[in-house]
């Protein structure tokens, strides 16, 4: 009978585990229409206790049953993979500055539209030496939103499922003398995975080599010969990042991935998929050149955590030495009048980091 009290899953159930054969449900509300929980907590009459156990408006008591003395039905606790009730898909669509006009990328941020994850960018006009014109910084507008029922899936879109749930981690750099212009998700065998566009610049006149851009990437995969991806681990014990008392710190390395997960049973009923995404902005102020873009995971022990962006600058320091010694002092300078910047790192807690 508790089937039919609560909303039935859609999709695809798997990862079943018995606990034991009666129980108390605590229902969450709204739990037979679209509420994004079904249950606040569980309690077994062996004493294990499924969530946050407190107060209830709804409960239930839930005992397995014989039929016929031959037909014994136990309760089991199992995961939905329901796409009908989730936000799973990421924009494949590159979301790139106008560099026509000498503009660079000098942010980024993830917007979520229509159930759609996006990358967006801030873009600005390039100025000298590493400088950007700081009345043209703007967001741009993202170039197309994705409809999933007509859009190409592994073209437009990637839609993630239990069986394909992996985003990498990677912090991508450009070369010397360029700029990141540029960046994208694209699919990387069964993984979500990070590009960026990168655009040959000349310090001296901020000019930018329009037509000489192009994409990198890290291409390594769990099956890499020479070099396979680690994965990071969220543990067992996950639960919700923003009950966090303390702040989440960076925990992941480049070139690892991570799947998303539910979260833990006995903490939280398995309710919700972790890590976050992190949707604050990530835009130096004053903008600068950006010469990296990164995928990292921060977190603390016992949470899910957030999967957040992060962006590699120019260091500005170069331009003291030219403020000081004229143009003949421009450090790192070959013969193209292209400067190779020493790189810093910020991520969405506004800390800039010398690497």
């Known amino acids: 009978m508790i089937c039919g009290h609560q909303r039935r899953c859609e999709g695809r159930v798997h990862d079943c585990t018995f606990y034991n054969a009666d129980s108390t449900v605590c229902f969450a509300p709204g739990h037979r229409s679209d509420a994004h929980r079904r249950y606040n907590w569980i309690e077994f009459e062996n004493g294990k206790r499924l969530g946050k156990v407190g107060r209830c408006n709804e409960s239930r008591k839930v005992d397995s049953w014989w039929r016929n003395l031959f037909w014994h039905c136990s309760y089991c606790f199992c ?7 989730s936000d799973r898909y990421f924009s494949l669509q590159p979301a790139v500055a106008d560099v026509a006009q000498n503009k660079v990328v000098t942010g980024v941020r993830f917007v979520k539209k229509n ?3 996006y990358i967006q960018i ?15 910084v703007d967001w741009k507008p993202i170039k197309k939103l994705i409809d999933v029922k007509r859009d190409i899936a592994n073209r437009d879109f990637v839609a993630l499922s239990w069986e394909r749930r992996s985003i990498d981690l990677d912090d991508l750099r450009a070369p010397d003398g360029h700029v990141v212009t540029g960046v994208t998700f694209r699919k990387l065998g069964e993984h979500v995975n990070l590009e960026i566009q990168v655009t040959p610049i000349v310090a001296r006149t901020a000019q930018l080599s329009a037509s000489k851009g192009y994409w990198i990437s890290n291409d390594n ?12 681990a969220l543990g067992r014990d996950r639960d919700v990042p923003t009950l966090s008392l303390t702040p989440s710190w960076p925990d992941s390395a480049s070139d690892t991935f991570l799947s998303f997960e539910a979260s833990s049973p006995e903490k939280d009923v398995a309710q919700t998929t972790l890590p976050f995404l992190d949707s604050q902005p990530v835009a130096p102020r004053p ?10 995971h921060k977190g603390q022990p016992g949470f899910g955590g957030f999967l957040g962006l992060r962006v590699m600058t120019v260091d500005l320091t170069s331009r003291i030495a030219v403020d000081l010694g004229g143009d003949n002092a421009v450090p790192g300078e070959d013969g193209d009048g292209t400067i190779a910047y020493e790189s810093r790192e910020v991520d969405d807690f506004g800390v800039v980091q010398l690497q």
């Not at 903008?287 to 990164?294: E, I, M, P």
Request: charged share 15%; with cysteine; net charge neutral.
């Open 79 to 85: 995961l939905c993979d329901d796409d009908t009730h």
């Open 115 to 117: 159930r759609v994850v």
């Open 122 to 136: 801030q873009q600005g006009t390039a100025d000298k030496f590493g400088y950007v014109n700081a009345s043209s």
């Open 221 to 232: 995969t769990p099956s890499s010969l020479r070099s396979p991806r680690a994965q990071l």
């Open 287 to 296: 903008a600068v050149w950006l010469t990296g873009l990164g995928l990292f």
